[in-house]
């Protein structure tokens, strides 16, 4: 009975590591089954704690910072301005802390389970290459055509200088490669290495590095642009003098892309191209979406500096007269900054003030949880921070690890717009980058003191 019960258990984890393997794929058509395999590796995840006895992984300084990050989040809800809204997401948070906690201890600790996870998440890059190469030369991807054609008449694209590729509710193809190219293309690239040669592994870099930069170029995503060659400039300062070959082949891939991105055939799209309207969007950023954006959430935080506004709340705090800008003072919710509602006699004037969230990581933070909150937040990121330099040599002996650092660093720069990070799609990528991570580094054991 024991034996069976056993074999049973094997059979559920070996299940659900499977199904982690496919969240880089299931990311790409639905958020919501990619979260339930989070809830499910989560559930079993404590099943297995108490049916092995196994709390070990509660002494990782990271947990422990993250369940005190998940009561503050409630705690802050209770004050917020819509505090249903606020607790659906706050008292939900905690499964990406068993989820990360997982991959860390069970579902990524072989590296069988870790080759699976980046062959699965190849498979979805050429899907998404692919994809997008199709909407750029055709106006919309092969799944989208599949949808308007058999399914619910749904044609959709990532519309005016955009390319959504197969994701259907927002041009999120560009984010979707800045987060998961370098531990893709890397990883991949170690196990060609391991099979054949290392100048073919080196080959394969340099093709599909420049395909997928030029791809998050075209997606006309600029904050994903800008994280990918951050991400590359990271991986030229690590490497050694003596690897010229390689460094000449990432210099070579960046020209590249630079030069595509400059090459028009008249001056509006020279005028209208990412670098250019990023040059000028930083020289007036104190007028830019982003920039009036940024001084709502901080007249949040200097407002309700302890608990914040809560979670999700700033689509609700922004229509509040206490937050919107000059140009929309009075004018009540008819005119609010809302499309549909913008006061466009106004908007030469005053940028919108509203929107679903900051769009910066850390203002999401002040704004949202208070400054108790964003004080724990990177009291989480020093904690990964302090694992990561006790143990540089893991980086040094494992590719993938440097991968998946060099994507995290760009996202959690103070300057960087980003997406929410409460918001389901990106946290899922962020925690399974994060989990991912730490599966290559030593577990804690508890001290007694």
Avoid at 46 to 58: A, G, Q, T, V
Avoid at 315 to 321: G, P
Wanted: net charge positive; charged share 15%.
């Amino acid at each position: 009975m024991n034996n069976q019960i056993k074999i049973s258990n094997k059979i559920i984890l070996n299940f659900i590591s499977w199904c982690i393997c496919t969240i880089p794929i299931v990311l790409i058509f639905s958020n919501s089954i990619a979260d339930i395999i989070v809830v499910i590796a989560s559930i079993f995840f404590i099943f297995y704690s108490i049916k092995k006895n196994s709390w070990d992984w509660l002494n990782e300084s990271w947990v422990k910072i993250a369940f005190i990050i998940y009561f503050w989040l409630i705690l802050s809800s209770l004050f917020a301005f819509d505090k249903e809204l606020a607790l659906s997401r706050s008292t939900t948070w905690v499964r990406f802390i068993f989820f990360a906690a997982s991959l860390q201890f069970i579902f990524l600790n072989k590296k069988e389970y870790k080759n699976r996870l980046i062959i699965f998440a190849f498979i979805a890059l050429i899907y998404v290459n692919s994809e997008m190469f199709i909407e750029y030369f055709t106006g919309s991807s092969l799944y989208s055509k599949i949808r308007f054609n058999f399914i619910d008449g749904l044609l959709f694209n990532g519309g005016n200088n955009r390319i959504a590729g197969p994701f259907k509710d927002s041009p999120k193809s560009g984010i979707y490669l800045a987060y998961f190219i370098f531990p893709i293309i890397l990883g991949i690239a170690e196990l060609i290495k391991i099979k054949f040669s290392k100048n073919f592994s080196l080959i394969f870099i340099f093709f599909f590095m420049t395909i997928n930069l030029y791809l998050i170029y075209i997606s006309g995503h600029r904050a994903s642009m800008l994280s990918a060659i951050i991400s590359l400039f990271l991986i030229i300062f690590y490497i050694s003098l003596k690897k010229r070959f390689v460094i000449f082949c990432l210099i070579a891939t960046i020209s590249i892309i630079i030069f595509s991105s400059n090459f028009s055939h008249n001056n509006e799209l020279k005028n209208n191209n990412l670098i250019t309207k990023t040059i000028n969007e930083i020289k007036n950023y104190s007028n830019s979406a982003y920039g009036t954006i940024s001084l709502t959430s901080l007249k949040m935080f200097k407002s309700y500096p302890l608990f914040g506004i809560g979670l999700k709340n700033y689509r609700v705090a922004c229509e509040k007269d206490e937050f919107l800008s000059k140009g929309h003072l009075g004018t009540g919710y008819g005119v609010s900054p809302w499309k549909g509602h913008y006061n466009q006699g106004l908007k030469s004037f005053y940028e919108a003030t509203c929107s679903s969230h900051p769009h910066n990581l850390y203002l999401t933070w002040l704004a949202e949880t208070g400054f108790i909150g964003f004080f724990l937040f990177v009291l989480f990121l020093l904690t990964i921070a302090k694992k990561i330099f006790k143990y540089t040599k893991i980086i040094k002996n494992e590719i993938i690890v440097l991968a998946i650092l060099i994507s995290l660093i760009p996202k959690l720069l103070p300057m960087m717009p980003s997406l929410n990070f409460f918001s389901n799609w990106n946290a899922i990528c962020f925690w399974l980058l994060i989990g991912w991570l730490l599966s290559f580094y030593p577990k804690e054991k508890f001290t007694k003191y």
